[in-house]
């Protein structure tokens, strides 16, 4: 019997509706394949640590497999990789010729312990599934280095190199005429290094030569993005007779954070986080810096939606100084202490954990807010361990009561507070979150390091 055009209507209808819910599942399959491959991308961080003469076990537990080469073959060092299924594994496979060898086997599914006897180099190329190119890694064999935990407030003056333009604007010149010397030449962001091939010696030198320019041209050479370049530019007579450009520059910054560590040999890391303009946000570039004596005065508990903050007093004298500042980069301040620092001293050194050894649950910070460095209890709530932004790798909630009464949580001037989990240090406060003054973020310790 002969189908009726209604019914040929309806399985056309049907047949659509078919190949539409085809579609949809397919495309909710392909976004959590999609969801599933990120989420391992990032499990698997760009480089992993590992100490010198010590066994770690790297435990991510993905569907990856792949090669252990040397990245410098005339380095021979002592290394050996076991695979450990759930603890089962304990094949050693000697290391110490990679330059003669195809690699070493590794496969993330299971524990893989790694070995290193001496400092070098190298590359784990990543499959998925053992088949698909997935993920180039760094293995960086580090010493076993041991760190005090300081903790205590410190002040931060630090001077850049040339002046920081920090804002560019209009002005009235002598004839009443609206100018802008510096409109498409200059732009918020920009060193400004020398003038006529001589180094710009801070903002009353700039200011200086800017004044006495008396409108000829000037050639500066400009630092913008990494980039070096030169420019011509002319000052301008405002209504009062000065030479102007229209900029607003800077040549310094100062403020309070709290000193991370010291090691053996007095050098430190402090913040875990860069020194950055307040107003536009762009890391200085470091000319110069000190550590300074500072005592903390007033503390302004946190608040949702309001960052608390240490008050101090910071006195820039010779007497107050504690060290020198060679470093600032978005992982910190680095440089080195006063002997009289090291000795004043009161904590053990302690051994570092690298990324692999945290996990979540109970640590402490280590912080001075009320005249004495106390260890307070916290509680590690997240792990990014391939966090674009390395200053947030950690998630952290403030758990103890002393600490809460005292402050609210996280604040202003605790960052750089060592973290320390089962006896290592781990990394230091960076952030709060302005919503809830209890959490916050720090910085894996290895990350800090790299710049030692």
């Given amino acids: 019997m002969e189908k009726t055009e209604s019914e040929m209507r309806q399985n056309k209808r049907m047949k659509r509706y078919r190949i539409f819910l085809w579609f949809i599942m397919a495309a909710s399959l392909a976004a959590i394949c999609v969801i ?27 569907p990856l497999s792949g090669t252990l080469t040397a990245r410098k073959t005339e380095e021979k060092g002592a290394v050996e990789s076991a695979v450990d299924s759930d603890g089962g594994g304990n094949g050693a496979v000697e290391a110490g010729a990679l330059g003669s060898m195809d690699g070493i086997f590794v496969d993330l599914s299971q524990n893989v312990t790694l070995t290193a006897g001496v400092r070098s180099s190298y590359i784990m190329d990543l499959k998925l599934f053992g088949w698909i190119p997935f993920k180039t890694v760094r293995i960086e064999v580090i010493d076993n280095e041991m760190l005090y935990p300081v903790g205590m407030p410190i002040g931060i003056y630090v001077r850049t190199q040339g002046v920081l333009v920090v804002g560019t604007g209009e002005f009235a010149d ?3 005429n609206i100018v802008m010397p510096s409109q498409h030449l200059l732009q918020t962001g920009d060193y400004i290094l020398s003038v006529d091939g001589t180094a710009v010696d801070g903002k009353t030198d700039f200011v200086s030569r800017v004044a006495k320019s008396e409108g000829k041209a000037m050639v500066m050479t400009i630092e913008r993005n990494g980039q070096q370049f030169d420019i011509g530019i002319h000052a301008v007579r405002n209504e009062s007779g000065q030479y102007k ?60 939606g ?16 504690l060290g020198e500042v060679t470093d600032n980069s978005n992982v910190g301040i680095h440089g080195t202490v006063e002997d009289r620092i090291m000795q004043s001293l009161t904590t053990e050194p302690l051994p570092i954990g690298l990324k692999q050894d945290v996990k979540k649950g109970a640590a402490q910070i280590y912080c001075c807010v009320d005249g004495e460095a106390r260890y307070y209890d916290i509680e590690i709530t997240g792990i990014d361990y391939d966090s674009e932004n390395i200053n947030k790798s950690i998630t952290i909630q403030v758990t103890d009561k002393r600490l809460l009464s005292l402050t609210g949580g996280i604040i202003q001037g605790m960052s750089g507070s060592p973290i320390i989990q089962d006896g ?3 990394g230091a406060v960076t952030h709060v979150l302005v919503n809830d003054p209890t959490k916050g973020y720090g910085i894996f310790i290895e990350n800090m390091l790299e710049q030692n």
Avoid: M
């Avoid at 599933?36 to 993905?62: C, F, Q």
């Avoid at 309070?256 to 950055?276: E, N």
């Fill in 424 to 426: 290592r240090f781990i």
């Fill in 36 to 62: 599933l491959l990120i989420d391992i991308y990032k499990t698997v961080p760009n480089t992993i640590y590992v100490k010198a003469g010590e066994e770690s076990t790297i435990s991510l537990h993905v």
């Fill in 306 to 321: 309001a960052p608390g903050e240490l008050t101090g007093i910071i006195r820039y004298t010779e007497g107050n100084y």
């Fill in 174 to 176: 002598r004839n009443g």
């Fill in 245 to 304: 450009l229209g900029i607003w520059v800077k040549d310094s910054a100062q403020g309070i954070g709290t000193l991370t560590y010291a090691d053996a040999d007095g050098g430190f890391g402090a913040l875990g986080h860069g020194v950055s303009d307040s107003d536009i946000g762009v890391l200085l570039n470091l000319r110069d810096g000190a550590l300074y004596h500072t005592d903390i005065v007033g503390i302004t508990k946190g608040s949702k």
